[in-house]
């Protein structure tokens, strides 16, 4: 007899694969959320820190604090993740602003209980050219074809959130079944299967 007992661990229930994906495009910034409390407080964040407009990144702080009010008024309460781009940033787009682009688009497109949703605030907003969603390409059953149709429209077809801009950065994929986020890039980083399609 041994005095080893272990705490029993189930296994975690196996996700399945061929499930509804979102793809989207992933954008080439910096990552950037939004706090919103119940009350109406707002605070930025970047991807490792809290963001106030004399400790910022790439402006977005002060950006948040201007804009406080509409941003409220457009994504309500939470915790609201995206990427902040365009003029200065990475890519840049060929822009000569910068934008904020969710990464929830379900919840962007979603009406609440009042029966309106983000997108439909944001275009009653003077935010409505700053504030969106990233690029839906593709919602549906997940296959591998459809991925290697997403990478190459974006390698033919350029950007879907600028317009003939041609170096775009890739993907995001969605699983609805795991609750992850996938990405895949047209940079040496993803070489794969996909490439075969180009």
């Given at each position: 007899?041994?005095d080893?007992?272990p705490?029993?661990t189930?296994w ?7 499930r509804?994906?979102?793809?989207t ?7 950037a ?20 407009p004399e400790?910022?990144?790439?402006g977005f702080a002060r ?10 008024y457009?994504?309500?309460p939470?915790?609201?993740?995206g990427?902040w ?6 890519r840049r787009?060929?822009?000569t602003?910068?934008r ?7 919840r962007?497109?979603k ?6 949703s983000?997108?439909?605030r944001?275009?009653?907003s ?8 990233v690029?839906?390409m593709y ?15 974006l390698?033919e ?8 801009f041609?170096?775009?950065e890739?993907?995001?994929v ?12 047209l ?5 794969g ?6």
């Amino acid at each position: 007899m041994t005095d080893f007992a272990p705490e029993f661990t189930a296994w975690p229930k196996t996700a399945r694969l061929f499930r509804d994906v979102t793809i989207t495009e992933k954008l080439d910034g910096t990552n950037a959320g939004i706090h919103i409390s119940e009350d109406g407080q707002v605070v930025a964040q970047s991807r490792k820190r809290l963001l106030t407009p004399e400790a910022d990144n790439y402006g977005f702080a002060r950006w948040v604090a201007d804009n406080a009010a509409e941003l409220t008024y457009i994504l309500g309460p939470g915790l609201h993740f995206g990427e902040w781009w365009g003029a200065g940033i990475q890519r840049r787009y060929g822009l000569t602003e910068r934008r904020f682009s969710l990464f929830n688009v379900d919840r962007w497109f979603k009406a609440d209980p009042g029966g309106t949703s983000m997108c439909a605030r944001a275009e009653q907003s003077s935010l409505d050219d700053v504030v969106d969603a990233v690029p839906v390409m593709y919602r549906g059953p997940f296959s591998e074809s459809v991925i290697v149709r997403a990478m190459t429209n974006l390698r033919e077809e350029g950007s879907f959130a600028v317009s003939g801009f041609m170096n775009p950065e890739g993907i995001c994929v969605y699983h609805s079944q795991s609750r992850d986020v996938y990405k895949v890039t047209l940079d040496n980083n993803d070489r794969g299967k996909w490439e075969a399609a180009a």
